[in-house]
């Protein structure tokens, strides 16, 4: 990883992106990152297009604004890919990630030109197979950590499951699934 990455969520509201965003700077900074985590606030209802932010670095962090060139781009959904222009400002040394069920020749024309890295993963394959429900965000997490190479697969599942044992305290069985769903989005990405 180099000394700082900044990474740009795209969802709807009621997805996850910005509980992901957060989860994400929550554990990195438990690894001794620096970090800053947040979401752009706007008129977000259930639904609409939201973004979050995530910047994590070996040095302390001075930059205080969005993120306008991101080194990644998470796509949570991609009827995004119609209406916005996701791909704006992220470098091409980079890489975008979207979670899809369509196939990388279909996905291309949707990405106005950019010619960086484009990972594909099917986050409701991955949640019906280990949740039994929808819930993107969790293998949207686990699969930004692998294509950014932010941080060890091993570092972040120990520190995933310390976050997610504190946070689903009281519900003990929501954690198997949670570590099964993050696993296998390790597996999945494409």
Known sequence: ????????WHGRGGQG???AALLLADVAFSTGKHVQG?????PERMGAPITAYDRISDFPIRIHSNIYEPDFVV??????LHTVDVTQGLKKEGAILINTVME??????????YGGRVFL???RKVCMATLGAYFPNTPM?????KVSGIM??????REMEVSLKHKFEKKPEVLEGNMNALRMAFREVR
């Open 152 to 157: 060890e697969e091993e570092v972040f599942m």
């Open 17 to 19: 992106a910005k509980t």
């Open 121 to 123: 993963i099917d986050a």
């Open 104 to 113: 990388i020749e279909e996905v291309m024309p949707l990405l106005n030109g």
């Open 141 to 145: 997490l686990a699969a930004i950590v």
């Open 38 to 42: 947040f979401p752009e606030y706007g």
């Open 75 to 80: 796509v949570v959904d991609d009827t995004l």
């Open 1 to 8: 990883m180099k000394a700082l990455t900044e990474i740009r």
